[in-house]
């Protein structure tokens, strides 16, 4: 079947018409393979040939997990429409995990036989080989990583006093 062909025939038909009542953006040329946001590369879709379109660009691009991973989050559910009943979220979870499989695989994975570590007098986190982490150990770094150097300082929202946020808390107790 020629995915191709059809995507092009439901994007011409989109084009060449007028959409009353509830409609979706959609990428013609996806970002993730070099789309913009301009005008001339967004056009409105019904919900039912949004959720086609991108089932079409998996068919036509395989192995593009961005394509994938949109496909696949039109398949979960949210606050405006639930399509986790989807016949096709089985499919669209397998190929995801497929795609991902082949990328992050061995020497394709961008960690391969690399780590972090970091160094706390100079606050700097470093990915390295795993062959020179002894090395490092022995220069004062730290296997591992920090996410964030600065504590995170917040005004309580009661007394607008200042304090540093360490949970979800969002304001002092002092009262």
Known sequence: MNYKKHYDALIDRALNRKIDGYYEKHHIKPKCIGGS???SNIVK???REHYIAHQLLVKIYPLNTGLINAANMMCTASFKN????NKLYEWLRKKLSDAQKIRQSGKSNSNYGKIWIFNKTIKINKKIEIEKLEFYVKEGWVKGRVINWQPRIVSCSCCNRLFEQKT??????AF
């Open 37 to 39: 946001d301009k005008l």
């Open 82 to 85: 639930d399509r986790s009943q």
């Open 168 to 173: 979800k808390e969002i304001f002092c107790r």
């Open 45 to 47: 879709l019904t919900a």
